[in-house]
T-cell receptor, first 114, second 114 residues
Framework: GNSVTQMEGPVTLSEEAFLTINCTYT??????LFWYVQYPGEGLQLLLK?????DKGSNKGFEATYRKETTSFHLEKGSVQVSDSAVYFC?????????????FGKGTKLSVIP | DVKVTQSSRYLVKRTGEKVFLECVQD?????MFWYRQDPGLGLRLIYF???????EKGDIPEGYSVSREKKERFSLILESASTNQTSMYLC?????????????FGSGTRLTVV
């Protein structure tokens, strides 16, 4: 079956540090890949997505590139801010119609300190 | 702005009570989902629905039921609440016709069963 593996947290960084959160997946075919962010006390928000190999999703300074050869979708940001403190979830949707039944990773908690 | 609204942010219920969690979306989405989120376990799918009066079991349906009488509303029902159902519950919706559009989540309901 489909699965998503994220690096375990928590991750603590100083403001302006470089961020990488690793995500690898197992799926047949060509899934779509997503990163969601959950701020404290809130639901999940879609951060970025990529629907085919070599696509790069980007939003709010975050980027992730869909690497079919390494089955990865690592999240990066060049300079984190305190406001980026949140839990980040990697997810995949099986290939085919829609994003029916996303499979989520367990989440990585990021804390950014001034 | 499109929205998924969960009726309560916090609920405290007694063991054995029947509990209703309500979710309403204003985007005319066909698919709706209920997840629970627990530390270290990530998001686990309880039930989903892809049409009015249709429902499908997710990964952990035991102890839960759902109702979808109207397209915009998807209710999660705990028939007899137990302490192991204390959790954060997240509702989401999706329009599969938009391809891999990802989910829109509500803000969550934190349920405590005492």
């Amino acid at each position: 079956g489909n699965s998503v593996t994220q690096m375990e947290g928590p991750v603590t960084l100083s403001e302006e540090a470089f961020l990488t959160i690793n995500c690898t997946y197992t799926a047949t075919g060509y899934p779509s890949l997503f990163w969601y962010v959950q701020y404290p006390g809130e639901g999940l928000q879609l951060l970025l997505k990529a629907t085919k190999a070599d696509d790069k999703g980007s939003n709010k300074g975050f980027e992730a590139t869909y690497r079919k050869e390494t089955t990865s979708f690592h999240l990066e940001k060049g300079s984190v801010q305190v406001s980026d403190s949140a839990v980040y979830f990697c997810a995949l949707a099986p290939s085919g119609a829609g994003s029916y039944q996303l499979t989520f990773g367990k989440g990585t908690k990021l804390s950014v300190i001034p | 702005d499109v929205k998924v609204t969960q009726s309560s942010r916090y609920l405290v219920k007694r063991t054995g009570e029947k509990v209703f969690l309500e979710c309403v979306q204003d985007m005319d989405h066909e698919n709706m989902f209920w997840y629970r989120q627990d530390p270290g376990l990530g998001l686990r799918l309880i039930y989903f629905s892809y049409d009015v009066k249709m429902k499908e079991k997710g990964d952990i349906p035991e102890g839960y039921s759902v109702s979808r009488e109207k397209k915009e509303r998807f209710s999660l029902i705990l028939e007899s609440a137990s302490t192991n159902q204390t959790s954060m519950y997240l509702c989401a919706s999706e329009n599969p016709g938009q391809g891999a559009s990802g989910y829109t989540f509500g803000s969550g309901t934190r349920l405590t069963v005492v």
